[in-house]
């Protein structure tokens, strides 16, 4: 995979200026998780994620899922079945998450017409939550993703309320800076909490997909808010996270951004999303 030396370059990244959704004030209005009109089952979806996500469930989730052995079928056919879902964790939106998609790559589509790869990350960057449609519960599917195996620190969503019945919190292995892990080990030696990112990201290896190294980040960090927003965890990266940063969080303003009830014409667009599936992720892929 090619690894750039450098983050996006100056002259070809998202600026305000831009303005995906528009002004400053409803870009303010993203990721609310105070109050609104879904914030209730959003609460409930991080707190059943916190208190059950402990270590030992993420090595389960790893064994069960990274495999690949659940569905064969194509990028095309994964991505429609997303019809069907709505994230209850997105305190934003309340439409299927297919929409999302292709919102989210035509944004970048605009702001990035030369750039394939990064247009087809927007596209499927979601479709791990196709895990919610085969039986696992969204808590284990969507949000928010953070490390497990070491404190959990002040940025992860909810953090005051929502983990007092993990029992790692409690844990003396688990609850220091570090907990497991040795500093700088790279954020590729840490376990995450088990959700859409890292699925996807073990699918995309798994079938040899020809998305370059910066893609491959924003696919299984995307959700690492307290990460590429916060700043924090920074203890546990190296050198070739540090360098991936840019592209992560260049690809979160298109992610979270673009967001909007003025839905795609899914269907006029859909064979030049097609093109780009036939290039990078052709054919049937193991799920």
């Known amino acids: 995979m090619r690894i750039l030396e450098t983050g996006p370059d100056p002259s070809d990244t998202y600026r305000p200026e831009q303005q995906i959704t528009g002004d400053a004030e409803k870009k303010s209005g993203f990721r609310n998780f105070e109050s609104g009109d879904l914030i209730e089952r959003v609460y409930n979806t991080y707190k059943l994620m916190h208190t059950n996500q402990t270590l030992e469930f993420v090595k389960r989730k790893h064994a069960e899922w990274s495999n690949c052995s659940h569905a064969h079928m194509t990028v095309m056919e994964s991505l429609d079945c997303l019809d069907q879902l709505v994230d209850h964790s997105d305190p934003d939106v309340d439409f299927p998450n297919s929409f999302h998609a292709y919102q989210t790559a035509e944004g970048i589509r605009k702001a990035h017409p030369d750039k394939g790869w990064f247009q087809l990350v927007g596209l499927i960057h979601d479709i791990g939550k196709i895990m919610a449609l085969w039986g696992q519960p969204q808590w284990s599917v969507v949000g928010d993703t953070y490390p497990v ?27 220091t800076q570090n907990g497991v892990y040795k500093p700088n080990c790279g954020l590729e030696n840490v376990l995450m909490s088990w959700g859409h990112d890292e699925y996807m990201y073990r699918v995309m290896t798994f079938n040899k997909c020809s998305i370059p190294e910066e893609g491959l980040y924003m696919i299984r960090y995307h959700s690492f808010y ?12 190296n050198e070739k996270d540090l360098k991936m940063l840019p592209w992560v969080q260049e690809f979160n303003q298109f992610d979270l951004y673009t967001k909007s009830t003025d839905l795609p014409d899914v269907e006029k667009i859909k064979p030049y999303y097609q093109s780009l599936i036939d290039k990078y992720c052709p054919g049937k892929l193991y799920w």
């Open 149 to 175: 195996g070491c404190k959990f620190l002040n940025s992860i969503v909810f953090r005051d309320t929502s983990f007092n019945d993990n029992t790692d919190d409690k844990d003396p292995r688990y609850n």
């Open 226 to 237: 307290p990460w590429h927003t916060h700043k924090e965890y920074m203890h546990l990266c």
